[in-house]
């Protein structure tokens, strides 16, 4: 399992190091902005999603976040998964179901911005499960995790910065 994992993550090494030589080769020319990127580059650009990149590699889940949407993604970063303790993750690993159940939980079609998600008291996940959203001292959480950074603009949606994994 170590094994696969230490291979995915050198996948998405090598694929976040590809994007960014094509980037700065094209910045040259044109600034690419967030808005250009589909949410699966935008994530990879970011730098801090390379435990849910390779998760969702593994849950055959990367077309559809890059080709379909508009989405919303609570996106859970490498910190918010080292939290999770490693047997739990290791039971994801074996089960993509349920893999692809808990990452589905962490998604919602349509572009929902922050704003917009301050007015609501839940959202239906792609995985048809209620996710509950209340806003405490100003700050959007969802499902008992706090949005620290929101609105990260993509081309097919918006990312939404969590810091603790969903699990439904």
Do not use: C, W
Request: cysteine-free; overall charge positive; glycine content about 8%.
């Amino acid at each position: 399992m170590k094994r696969i994992r230490a291979t995915l993550a050198l996948l998405v090494v090598a694929a976040l190091a590809a994007a960014a030589i094509g980037a700065s080769a094209s910045a040259s020319t044109a600034s690419k902005s967030e808005g250009d990127r589909n949410i699966v580059q935008t994530a990879l650009a970011a730098g801090q999603f390379t435990t849910l990149a390779s998760l969702l590699t593994k849950a055959g889940l990367v077309d559809t976040l890059s080709t379909g949407g508009p989405f919303t993604v609570f996106a859970p970063t490498d910190t918010a998964f080292a939290q999770v303790p490693k047997a739990t993750l290791a039971a994801l690993g074996k089960d993509k179901a349920k893999l692809r159940a808990v990452l589905l939980y962490h998604v919602v079609k349509g572009k929902v911005t922050a704003a917009q998600a301050m007015k609501l008291r839940s959202a239906k996940t792609l995985n048809g499960k209620p996710l509950s959203i209340r806003v405490s001292a100003g700050k959007v959480i969802v499902g008992g995790a706090s949005v620290t950074k929101a609105d990260v603009m993509a081309s097919n949606g918006v990312i939404h910065v969590i810091n603790k994994v969903l699990i439904p």
